[in-house]
């Protein structure tokens, strides 16, 4: 119960989009002192759903019952580098702190040239971009505000995105966690942090902790009807192409990957952030440098 006298989360997963943060609200929602949030909820970066006000919010946990944690997860709340990107607010650690002040809040970093390829593929998987359009110019003035949009290179900027949430929570309320090492080599010690953090029964035993989320075989009809559609049909697109299209003899969509020169530029790109990241957090996994 917040201050308010309302149900309202004590946890939060803000991101970062692309870096497992679906598979840790999966593996929570299995603990029994949890109460998890099905998908995304967006109420503090979408406008729309912030509009609605805390009696809204405070409904998504209705059915809360002794859980101790209350927790919901959205991987855009991190993306506070977002500066002049259309309907996308800057603030939101402000609009966090100001209705759930004690809050605790976890992040799951990626190496961020892994992660800028993997935003660019879902982007294009949802429909936002055009299948035909290649990555290698990611950097150029022809594809900026289509980037720009989706944070497909800001998203990665960690450091100044830490230190945003820094200046309105401690130190002791941030549990920054690394997919490489955390979620891929060690599942069970990336979740017995969580635990220790949450102050929930560490030895309860999580199911299927290596099973990966969101690990999509689309055909390529399907990825340029997405691109075509919107709304509802979008959305139904999606589904059919889980469901049926994949499983019928049609041509896979095949992720975008860059070539050498474009991969050094991403990691010039990242160089002086990550260096900024490891001085602050004291280390960061060896392979975000190479």
């Known amino acids: 119960m917040s201050r308010t006298g309302k ?21 929570l929602s299995q603990h029994p002192d949890v109460y998890m ?15 609605k006000g805390v009696n809204w919010y405070s409904s ?34 402000q609009r966090i702190k100001a209705l759930l002040p004690e809050v605790k ?14 935003g660019w593929n879902h982007n294009i998987r949802s429909g936002a971009i055009r299948p035909s359009f290649d990555i290698n110019k990611i950097f150029s003035l022809d594809y900026s ?71 999509l075989k689309m055909t390529n009809f399907g990825v340029w009807a997405r691109y075509f559609s919107d709304g509802l049909i979008n959305k139904a697109m999606y589904k059919a192409d889980m469901i049926a299209l994949s499983k019928l003899p049609l041509p896979t969509w095949k992720p975008a990957y860059p070539n050498t020169d474009t991969l050094d530029k991403l990691y010039e790109y990242y160089r002086a952030e990550n260096t900024s990241l490891s001085k602050l957090l004291g280390n960061i996994p060896s392979g975000w440098t190479i």
């Open 7 to 27: 149900k309202l989360p004590n946890t939060l997963i803000i991101g970062v989009q692309k870096s497992a943060t679906t598979w840790l609200s999966k593996r």
């Open 37 to 51: 949030v099905p998908g995304e909820v967006h109420y503090f970066d979408h406008e729309n759903k912030f509009s």
């Open 145 to 215: 505000d289509l980037v720009k949009q989706h944070g497909i290179l800001t998203r990665g900027l960690y450091h100044q995105q830490l230190v945003e949430y820094l200046k309105h929570f401690s130190n002791e309320q941030i549990l920054t966690l690394f997919f490489e090492t955390d979620v891929v080599e060690n599942p069970t010690q990336g979740l017995a942090k969580v635990t220790k953090f949450l102050e929930i029964d560490s030895e309860f035993s999580f199911d299927k902790i290596e099973s990966a989320e969101n690990r």
């Open 60 to 93: 998504l946990f209705k059915d809360v019952e002794n859980e101790s944690i209350l927790c919901e997860k959205s991987g855009a709340y991190f993306w506070t580098t977002c500066e002049g990107v259309k309907g996308e607010p800057a603030d939101k650690p």
């Open 105 to 118: 809040l976890i992040v799951i970093l990626r190496n961020p040239v892994v992660r800028a390829i993997s």
